[in-house]
């Protein structure tokens, strides 16, 4: 096979798709140099006119890398086909503007980076056409740009961008930007093929699991099973005599092995027999985490998240209060590549090569490792084979750190087995939330919503972690028209880790809130459009985005087919406005969900395709968890250890998915999550005109059969 | 040692006999994009052509792969693109990215099989894992494939 043939061949049949290229060191803003093009922290312009678009977020499926280069080229007008990404190292100029952080999650990616790299393109455009002014001596306004050319008023004057490079790379920063007024088509709202996707077609795309470094081991590695345990013993006296086997690293919750290649250190593990020290832990199971939050509801009022109006008098004078209590379960993420680093540790630096979506953490993960600050290790990054806030965590950095350290200078690289990865995350907490309105006549006169989890931010961004946390009570409160609410968290904390997982806190909230409204209806005795619409009377692009399910969904739907149609609503923070619903089947008692529509407002889009591909995913992984996702603890243990017992979606169970963006207008919100937690509501909203059931708690199947059992 | 064809060469690895055919591809022929991705055959991350058929290479020992004609994503399009391939790109297809070498392989496998498979052959041998959801728009390429005919809801 002829590689460059077939690269040549795939560069042009991504449509003049630009290149994916790993990271090189990036030189910050304000350290630009001549002679070498153009260099700044979100751009570059090389000499021989490669635009290379520089990444600050990671690319994890998300699409981020080619939405913020459809950015750079219609500002800057550059030529598609030279347009080359690049990820980001770490550096302050990478901070979120919304997160301020440099940190992929919360969907904030195009929404949080797209004015910045508005002002890159457009201002290396502005000094693009000053240069060749100057060098023409005309007036600026008889040049234009042409798609990585600068063309002048006479015949002769036309000079590539690269030419000019490094010329502006000595200029001063324009204080007024020259804007793009031409008519030709921008690359914003077109057809784009991604730019990572040929690599990820011909099996080229390099993941960390995938990096090949001279000399290198590989680690395998067995966490304590009970969180927090430690190790006992182990028959390293024999697994060390192994062939391929180099050393026994031991961790602070663990034992990771090291050996010359990963299937010997894999089978090196399980003959490593490793026994554990009791922990406080050991008996804990999901009846005791339920008991405990049960008693921690009782126990505490909770602390107030949001609060408006006279809620407790409001209640207090309702007709009639109804109270719906809604309970979900620890989830997994199971990215599809389990966690994984390679580590070199080398005269006192350090480098690792990953995917992370902290980056900074990451680093700081290794650098403490090794005792020497944070700049004392290089972080390389690399695409990431799924991240869906897994990747926030730095666990698998401080392990391979500790192998490549013990085994320096030989680089390491550690691949968790999936029964590792399943066993030891940072699961979406366990969590009940209770709702309570107060009724009069058709009127919601009060709003409660008081929920108990463990928190998530207390541990990741403790600095973030208020007297609540912001990040599970997410959409807590609906956008319904509500005059008095009352939303309060009660803080139950467990030794099963928690941490972000896409949707985070609306995965519980939105699945009690959109279930609950349609209990309300049914009480009120109105169809559950009519309460929505009746709520939202005052949000123009609600009313819209509902209008527009309806039309495409058929809702209310069939009646004689056997099936029904589920509906809800949600706009998390941060996330897009989302009217999603769910067509679900029960045939020979079997549960089929056999379509979802999903109507997404996020203001604008700026990739329009990749914000399906995101509304589609976040539908599967909402399907995923409604129908199948749980966690269970047992003795202290996560008790699920790969795909067989954790169960996701597969094709055949792939409902029919139409998704309709609406581009509201600005500002840009976020695509990742917000198309996620209607699915569960909108299926148990079916579920219930099916079969007059109401399912309260999370995964249906589980529920459904005991039901069906029943 | 085992003696097989690989991407249309012959390849001799000196390995434990034990050992999965897709750890021998990944760390010592260095052909990384056939994935680990659950270990137990669950996922089909590692999917691979022997012999023509999609095969799940993590708990494939290698000594059962002596003699015979293994074909990895690396070599399927034999110098320039596989339809299937064409079809991922152009229905944009692969988020992450992780799952797509053993997707491809196992909808290249079905094609070459049937040209025409029915939605209950699709919903058979695409059983491959996508945590990215990607699995409409793999339906997607495969109705394109076999004549633009859609695909009912699941049943």
């Known amino acids: 096979m002829n590689e460059l043939t077939t690269s040549r061949r795939l560069f042009l049949q991504a449509s003049g798709a630009g290149a994916f290229v790993l990271a090189f060191p990036v030189l910050a803003e304000g350290t630009r140099r001549g002679g070498e093009g153009y260099r700044t922290a979100y751009l570059k312009i090389t000499p021989d006119d490669e635009v290379i678009v520089i990444s600050p977020l990671a690319e994890i499926g998300q699409g981020t890398s080619t939405a913020l280069s459809m950015v750079i080229g219609d500002t800057l007008d550059a030529d598609w086909g030279r347009i080359l990404v690049e990820l980001a190292s770490v550096d302050p100029a990478y901070n979120s503007p919304i997160l301020f952080q440099q940190l992929t999650g919360a969907s904030t990616g195009t929404s949080g980076f797209n004015g910045i790299f508005r002002k890159a393109g457009a201002t290396a455009r502005t000094m693009l056409l000053q240069a060749a002014a100057r060098r023409w001596n005309v007036p600026v306004e008889q040049v234009q740009t042409q798609a990585g050319r600068i063309i002048g008023p006479r015949l002769g004057m036309d000079v590539r961008y690269g030419e000019l490079a490094s010329t502006i790379s000595l200029m001063p920063v324009p204080e007024k930007i020259i804007e793009r007024t031409d008519a030709r088509p921008r690359f914003e709202g077109a057809r784009i093929t991604r730019i990572d996707l040929p690599s990820k077609v011909d099996g080229s795309a390099q993941y960390a699991v995938d990096l090949r470094l001279p000399g290198m081991l590989y680690a395998a590695v067995a966490a304590a099973p009970v969180f927090g345990g430690k190790l006992k013993s182990d028959q390293r006296a024999e697994v060390l005599k192994r062939k391929g086997v180099r050393g026994i690293v031991d961790l602070p919750n663990g034992v990771a092995v090291v050996a010359e290649r990963w299937w010997t250190a894999r089978t090196a593990l399980d003959a490593l027999q490793p026994e554990w020290a009791e922990t406080p832990h050991d008996s804990v199971n999901d009846a005791s985490i339920m008991a405990q939050f049960e008693r921690d509801f009782a126990a505490q009022p909770g602390v107030v998240v949001e609060q408006r109006g006279s809620p407790e008098q409001m209640m207090g004078k309702a007709h009639k209060v109804i109270t719906g209590r809604y309970q979900v379960p620890f989830l997994a993420h199971a990215t599809m590549e389990p966690m994984s680093c390679v580590a070199r540790v080398e005269r006192g630096r350090g480098e690792i090569w990953l995917g992370s979506q902290h980056p900074a953490n990451a680093r700081a993960a290794a650098a403490k490792v090794l005792g020497v600050p944070d700049d004392r290790v290089t972080y390389h990054p690399l695409i990431a084979g799924g991240g869906f806030g897994r990747r926030q965590e730095t666990d698998m950095v401080q392990q391979a750190m500790m192998a490549a350290k013990q085994f320096s200078p030989r680089p390491v690289k550690l691949i968790w087995t999936r029964e590792e990865d399943v066993s030891h995350d940072f699961y979406r907490p366990a969590g009940i939330s209770e709702i309570k309105v107060g009724i009069t006549g058709s009127e919601i006169v009060a709003y409660s919503h008081r929920q108990v989890t463990p928190s998530i931010l207390a541990r990741m961004y403790p600095v973030a972690m208020k007297e609540f946390d912001s990040v599970v009570t997410d959409a807590v409160v609906p956008p319904y028209e509500f005059q008095h609410v009352d939303a309060r968290w009660v803080r139950s904390e467990t030794h099963v880790p928690a941490g972000m997982w896409r949707s985070v806190g609306a995965s519980q909230t939105v699945f009690a809130i959109e279930s609950f409204i349609d209990e309300i209806a049914a009480e009120i005795g109105i169809d559950e459009l009519a309460l929505r619409r009746k709520l939202l009377a005052k949000t123009p692009r609600a009313l819209a985005a509902l209008d527009k399910l309806v039309e495409i969904s058929g809702w209310p739907g069939p009646t004689s087919s056997g099936s029904a149609i589920g509906i809800g609503l949600s706009h998390k923070w941060q996330d897009c406005l989302v009217a999603q619903s769910a067509q679900v089947a029960i045939r020979d008692g079997r549960l089929i969900v056999e379509r979802i529509c999903t109507v997404a407002d996020p203001g604008r889009a700026v990739n329009r395709d990749a914000v399906i591909a995101q509304m589609e995913g976040a539908a599967i992984w909402g399907l995923s968890s409604a129908l199948f996702g749980q966690i269970t603890i047992a003795n202290g243990c996560v008790s699920e250890s790969n795909f067989h017992d954790y169960r996701v979606v597969r094709l055949s169970e792939t409902p029919i998915l139409d998704t309709v963006i609406i581009e509201g207008g600005d500002p840009i919100e976020g695509t990742g999550e917000g198309g996620s937690p209607n699915v569960a509501p909108a299926i148990c909203n079916a579920i219930y005109k099916l079969t007059g059931k109401r399912i309260r708690r999370l995964p249906i199947m589980t529920q459904f059969m005991e039901q069906e059992d029943r | ?155």
Request: aromatic share 4%.
């Open chain 2, 1 to 155: 040692m085992a003696e097989f064809e690989l991407n249309g060469k012959a390849v001799s690895v000196e390995v434990d006999a034990g050992t999965p055919l897709l750890w021998v591809l990944r760390d010592d022929l260095g052909l990384t994009g056939t994935k680990y991705g659950c270990g137990i055959a669950q996922c089909g991350a590692c999917t691979v052509h022997m012999n023509g058929e999609a095969t799940r290479s993590c708990l494939l020992p290698i000594e059962d792969v002596h003699g015979a004609r293994v074909t990895t994503i690396e070599g399927l399009g034999q110098g320039g693109l596989h339809p299937v391939q064409e079809l991922w790109l152009k229905h944009q297809v692969p988020q992450c990215g992780y799952c797509q070498s053993g997707m491809i392989m196992a909808a290249a496998a079905l094609l070459s099989e049937n040209p025409n498979p029915s939605d209950e052959d699709i919903m058979a041998r695409m059983t491959n894992i996508c945590r990215c959801g990607t699995y409409s728009r793999v339906r997607a390429a495969l109705e394109e494939a076999r004549g633009g005919n859609r695909m009912g809801a699941p049943a």
